[in-house]
């Protein structure tokens, strides 16, 4: 009866829930230009007028904060230190997710979709799972995917980006069920991070770890567009020699339009073992994927021919005779309509992450961790071009970008407790070997390349390069328990990458470039009000490096006199992070506020010449800085045993202070001073009402964003959306030979909602006023999805 009572309560809020967020229009009009203060402010009231729902909070629930409190009485309030929930005891911003969270979201679905739930978070993808590379762009306070840092178990993966020279995206590096949770730096991101890129804040991924006792589980998802996807993992238990497991993943989704086909296949293996308080861990990931690429269009695009319009494939007499009619002798005789659709692009990767750990005790205030790692990944970038004929006189051939990574490296921190000071100390190195190549082959009507295979026998070669990219990075912190209530901490870290750019086929820049900083510092302190509530503030600086690859924002992107030009004026990417709040948390209720300023400095921008398809050098200079401001919050419920209800609210501005100089005239600039940053929302809200009762189980998510702009000059942009997601589930226990029997089914974009999604996936533009520039892609229908899940 108290269960079906509780599930009553949930599906009424829920449907309050879908009621008030259909309300809120498309675009906001001058009246509620910012409703969102006003349902935080209201949201924070309520949890001190809550007693009710808190008295009814289970023993579990004391337990959790009883497991909360010494977590964090134990990990000490230092400056480095992730703990859980919203940070409670740091000296900065930290969002965190648990095992639970991700264990309770879609089977198959990005890691970054669930935490896109935080605040300051921006995830968009075209496909329901966020698993399309292409499109993923994963932002947070206005800093692209390529601004912030990721790792997984320590080891780091790059800025994550599509095409990535140093690194993997996290749902290549491990299947999303092995995820064990998640934490989220907005600001000022852990000065040991191994990153080179994050000027806006860091996020570590950790994998979970194997069970103490033997098991066995299986799940299999099917779904809409085909969608199948079959997970396995057994873990042997305890044993003198520790403990592990393995897992096989494999994917398989048509696309949601056109023809073509989204795969993957994964294997995970992990091992740990204790020896006394210390412990050691290996793990090998690997992955095999193949993405068919969506059509990228413009808004012009769209409103001809509609946002479900694709490439020709499999049709290839379409795409010769678009390219023979509008393409003329390969883009000689070009019209726009040339881009409107291409025969088909794909992407493919293979990837080998491999790492180990030895996480040490030496003395009972001195431990030691050091993780070293390697990662080998072979990569390829597929697109049938109209711009350059095969030789039998097809007018198409397939142009590549091909990728070959080897990296290897060390991380090593160290952490000695001091009584009242707690003096870490890292260091960070690694060299990486990153071969890219552009490339054409042939293409006959007889003899069409598979877009799941890696084309061989070129016919040219437009460019190849060899990098080798140096990082080495020192940090150290003290973080002094000046009283019981206040804690201080300050600390630096020490970044160099040095690049070593080699032409050897083809035209381009040669030459070595480096980025170096030996004092990027971090302060910060907290103070505690109370039990239940603290402040905090953070100061940090921090630097992003120059990317090693012949594509992107790089040094090598341009031409050789381009290179000559800027290699010896180009400055890094610095940026300045002031971020002060308030956390607070009592029996029911746990939130957290603040407030922050950036300030980015020498910003890079290189600007893409032509379609993207044509591959052309880009323009890369310094243009002046950027100014970030903005307010977020976070609020938790437990407004019964099995009812949860989270919320995050983000309100931000981010403005380019300078015009962008093209020329030696006055005239000469693109005026983007005062204007929005591209693809940053100024609102953004999420809101999760959660049900739990270990057996029925459900949650509904709303996400509502504000529009962005994907010009510089703010004269294109795309309207603002509101998605709402649905799951609900049944687990039964101690089914026949099972130890768990559960059956999960989702919906996501529940009420069909059509909009773009990403923006920005050919680079952004100074102007787009006649909405032709071909960068968005819309967002996935509704979809359906279905898991069945048994643990033995």
């Given at each position: 009866m108290r269960r079906s009572l509780w599930f009553f309560v949930f599906v009424v809020v829920l449907s309050w829930t879908v009621v008030t967020v259909r309300a809120i229009p498309n675009a906001p009009g001058p009246t509620m230009k910012h409703p969102m203060p006003t349902a935080l402010v209201l949201?924070?009231?309520?949890?001190?007028?809550?007693?009710?729902?808190?008295?009814?909070t289970s023993s579990t629930d004391a337990s959790k904060?009883?497991?909360t409190t010494a977590a964090s009485s134990s990990e000490r309030s230092e400056l480095e230190r992730v703990t859980v929930s919203v940070g409670r005891g740091q000296l900065r911003s930290v969002q965190s997710l648990s095992q639970t969270e991700f264990d309770n979201a879609l089977a198959g679905s990005s890691p970054l979709a669930t935490v896109a739930r935080l605040p300051g978070v921006n995830f968009q993808s075209a496909d329901g799972l966020g698993n399309y590379e292409w499109?993923?762009?994963f932002t947070v306070r206005g800093f692209s995917q390529n601004q912030l840092g990721f790792t997984l178990d320590d080891v780091p993966l790059g800025d994550m980006s599509y095409g990535n020279f140093n690194g993997l995206h996290i749902s290549r590096a491990i299947s999303s069920e092995n995820v064990g949770r998640a934490s989220l730096s907005q600001g000022a991101g852990a000065l040991e991070t191994a990153s080179s890129s994050n000027l806006g804040g860091t996020l570590q991924f950790y994998s979970s770890d194997p069970l103490q006792t033997f098991g066995f589980r299986a799940s299999q998802t099917l779904g809409s567009e085909s969608t199948t996807r079959t997970f396995v993992r057994v873990d042997s238990g305890r044993s003198v020699l520790g403990e592990f497991y393995v897992s096989y993943t494999n994917q398989d989704a048509d696309k949601w339009k056109g023809n073509g086909q989204q795969k993957q296949e994964q294997w995970n293996l992990k091992w740990t073992k204790a020896i006394g308080e210390s412990r050691l861990s290996a793990f090998i990931n690997t992955s095999r994927r193949k993405e068919v690429d969506y059509q990228d269009l413009s808004l012009d695009l769209i409103k001809r021919k509609g946002d479900t319009l694709d490439n020709f494939y499999p049709d290839f007499a379409a795409a010769v005779n678009a390219a023979n009619t509008l393409c003329g002798a390969n883009g000689s005789t070009y019209v726009a309509a040339c881009d409107d659709q291409y025969y088909a692009g794909a992407g493919l990767r293979n990837d080998e992450l491999y790492g180990v750990s030895a996480d040490l005790r030496l003395a009972q205030n001195i431990t030691w961790k050091t993780t070293a790692y390697y990662h080998h990944n072979k990569g390829m970038g597929l697109w049938f071009t109209p711009y350059q004929a095969s030789p039998d006189g097809t007018p198409i051939s397939v142009r590549t970008t091909e990728y070959g990574i080897q990296r290897g490296g060390v991380v090593s921190n160290a952490e000695f407790d001091l009584g009242d000071h707690l003096v870490k100390a890292g260091v960070w190195f690694e060299d990486n070997d990153f071969d890219q190549a552009r490339r054409f082959y042939a293409v006959r009507p007889t003899a069409i390349p598979s877009v799941y295979q890696f084309p061989s026998n070129p016919?040219?070669?437009?460019?190849?390069?060899?990098?080798n990219t140096k990082t080495s990075q020192f940090s150290v912190s003290d973080t002094w328990s000046m009283t019981k209530d206040l804690t201080v901490g300050a600390g630096f870290k020490s970044l160099k990458v040095k690049i070593d750019g080699q032409l050897e086929a083809g035209t381009g820049p040669s030459g070595t470039i480096t980025a170096q900083k030996g004092f990027l510092p971090q302060l910060g302190l907290n103070y505690r009000l109370s039990a239940n509530n603290e402040l905090y503030g953070t100061i940090a600086r921090n630097m992003r490096a120059y990317q090693g690859a012949a594509t992107g924002t790089s040094p090598f992107a341009t031409t050789a006199a381009g290179f000559d030009a800027i290699k010896g004026s180009l400055r890094p990417e610095t940026s300045d992070t002031f971020e002060a709040g308030w956390r607070t948390n009592g029996r029911g209720y746990e939130g957290s506020i603040s407030a922050y300023l950036v300030n980015f400095k020498d910003r890079l921008l290189s600007v893409q010449q032509g379609s993207g398809i044509q591959g052309n050098p880009v323009v890369l200079s310094n243009v002046g800085d950027v100014r970030a401001t903005g307010i977020e919050g976070a609020l938790s419920f437990r407004l019964a045993s099995a009812l949860t209800w989270y919320n995050s609210v983000s309100l931000s501005k981010s403005t380019?202070?300078?015009?962008v100089v093209t020329g030696p005239n006055p005239q000469d600039r693109v005026l983007t001073r005062g204007k929005r940053v591209a693809d940053a929302p100024d609102t953004m809200l999420k809101s999760q009402l959660g049900y739990d009762d270990g057996a029925l189980f459900g949650t509904i998510?709303?996400?509502y964003m504000s529009k962005r702009y994907y010009s510089y000059i703010n004269d294109a942009s795309v309207p603002d959306r509101t998605l709402v997601n649905l799951s609900a589930g049944y687990k039964m226990k101690n089914v026949a030979m099972l130890r768990e029997l559960s059956l999960q089914g989702s919906v996501s974009n529940v009420f069909d909602k059509r909009y773009i999604s990403t923006i920005g996936s050919?680079?952004?533009t100074n102007s787009d006023a006649a909405g032709t520039y071909a960068t968005l892609l819309p967002g996935a229908p509704r979809q359906f999805f279905v898991t069945l899940t048994g643990k033995f």
């Open positions: 949201a924070l009231s309520l949890a001190y007028v809550l007693p009710a729902a808190a008295q009814s904060s009883a497991d499109s993923t762009r016919l040219a070669t437009q460019w190849q390069y060899g990098f380019y202070r300078d015009d998510g709303v996400d050919n680079g952004f």
